[in-house]
Every structure is written in C-alpha cells, then in structure tokens.
C-alpha cells in the first residue's frame, strides 16, 4: 500500500461518519479539532454523525475542472445533517434542477475520483436525495 493511501485511510473521519464531541460542553465538531472553539477545552470523545440531513445551499458547477469535465454539470451542497453537523459534498442521483434548499437527503460513502489510470481510488461524501 502506498504511503499516501496509508495516510488517507488513518484519518477516520475521511471513511467513516465519526466526529468528536467536546466532553465540556457537548459541541460536536467535524472534522476533529484539538481545541473546542465553543468553551476551549481540549477532552473530546468520539461519536457517529447521522447519515441523513437536509440541503442548506447548493450550486450547480456547469464548467468544471479538467479531471470532473465528464460529470458536468453536476451540484455540490452543504447538508445539515440531523444532528447538527454540517458537510460540504457532491449531490447526487438527481438532476441538478430537481435540487431545492431544505431537500431531505442520505449521505452515502463513493467513490469521487481516480487519480491516472491506475492510480489511487479517492473516496468521499455524497448526498443522495432521500426515498
């Protein structure tokens, strides 16, 4: 395994719903953070993030970069998920104007791109629209 990929797969919160909640005062960050920004303490407990939530604001990218030039055009959003958490990440399984602010959606784990031919599989977030 190479060592980007190693490094990649270390960091849970890239593969997994996990985030860390402040002992304090029960904030919940995502990504982790060393320093709680609500009460500055430094104890933190792991937690599994909901996998389903709402669409706060989206954009449709109709021109895309060169190695995403095929999905165009194609939405990324920030859901709120329904423990207060919010992410940034690509919509999916829908048309672009089929999208609306407050859409319920499910975040599922896919994969986002591929770098080269045979080259590294890079996973991530996705929200698809909820059934």
Not at 38 to 58: A, H, I, M, P, Y
Not at 79 to 107: A, F, H, S, Y
């Amino acid at each position: 395994m190479s060592t980007s990929a190693r490094y990649w797969r270390e960091i849970p919160q890239r593969y997994r719903y996990e985030a860390s909640k402040c002992k304090g005062c029960g904030a919940v960050w995502f990504p982790p953070r060393l320093i709680c920004a609500e009460c500055g303490k430094r104890e933190f407990e792991d937690v599994t993030l909901s996998n389903t939530g709402k669409v706060q604001t989206f954009t449709v990218i109709r021109v895309a970069p060169n190695e995403f030039c095929d999905e165009s055009p194609y939405a990324i959003g920030v859901v709120e998920l329904d423990d207060g958490v919010m992410i940034q990440c690509q919509i999916v399984d829908c048309l672009p104007e089929e999208i609306k602010t407050g859409m319920p959606v499910k975040i599922e784990f896919r994969k986002v791109k591929q770098e080269g031919q045979a080259g590294i599989i890079n996973y991530g977030y996705k929200a698809v629209p909820a059934a």
